[in-house]
């Protein structure tokens, strides 16, 4: 009669593979991490006597309602920005004492004097999508980090790494103390040689 | 009797369901996994913009969020389909920001008030003017560190 009936299927091991499912999620799942372009934005306080700028020294971005990109008033793929805004930074047309020993530009003396000089103003218009204003943001950033990358690489080969990455360690709180202290003179060092100077106009009302 | 037994065990045995814990288990940790938390519920559209320059943001507790974008399709009715700014679970108008951002900066700990950074996620779709309106509202109470929330990627996504 015993051997009529099924014998019961032994579910002992079931909790083994329920454990393996469990364990190969938690292992292939990252914890999202939000990221993002980081900005300061200027006080409200007014400049109650603004410096006077060359026109030279600065490189204005425009975008307009039609999501068109306009670079010293003419029109520009957005493609050809970052190589653009390179050539303006690294430009170093400055003479005696504005002149810039490490800059690898065309030394145009119709641009930019020397990169602590140079600004990008950025206007868009209220019409402008966001993100087409993120695409410029992003592609004057990374102008800015192509020379960093640049000049870190070549003032401190022995780091073994550029810009982005030995700010990305910086900034990762798991580094050694140490290491940020050191690495912290560096950065500041190639941001002086390149400093971030992007000035946004407030935008424009259609009209 | 013994054949009446007999007839009886011909039937199909009952089935175990001794593994039936285990298979729910199993479900219940398949979406403790795959569920990402969220303090929001998002009222909006938020499709982030694509960028590769980024650089990571701030620990959660140093961060306030400012959501804006279209509403979603089942507030739409309710809300229309312009852009709208959301800070907590609430749709909000610009002139709410500034307070928004200076109570979010007083429930934080003293020695992080200074140190707060505002992340906007915003919709790639939004145009710039309720953007340019949240700035100068944050420049007003002085939240001048700010982050552009993007997903990683390349700018030629964005079209």
Redesign the interface.
Known sequence: MGRRSAPEVNAGSMADIAFLLLIFFLVTTTIETDSGINRKLPPMEEIIDPPIIKERNIFTVVVNKNNQILVEEKLMEIRSLRSEAVAFLDNGGGLAEEACDYCQGSRDRSSSDNPDKAIISLKNDRETDYKVYISVQNELVAAYNELRNREFLRLYPQENMDYVQADRKYTDPRTDKKVKEKLREKLSVIKLMYPMKLSEAEPNKTS | MSKF??KG??EL?KI?T??LP??V??LL??FM??T?LRDNTLMIQNTL?????????DKKDR?IYIYAGKPSARYQDKYGNQPRIQLNDKFATVSDVGAYVLAERASKREELQNVL?T?L?????????L??DI??E???V?????????R?GD??Q?N
């Open positions: 037994k007999k065990s011909g045995p175990s001794a593994s285990d298979i288990f199993m940790f398949f996994v795959a990402v913009p694509a960028a590769d320059q980024i650089q990571k943001l961060v950074t992340a996620k915003v919709d790639g779709e939004t145009k710039m003017g953007i340019s700035k100068q944050l420049r007003k002085n939240a001048l560190k700010i982050n552009y929330t993007t990683i700018y030629t964005n």
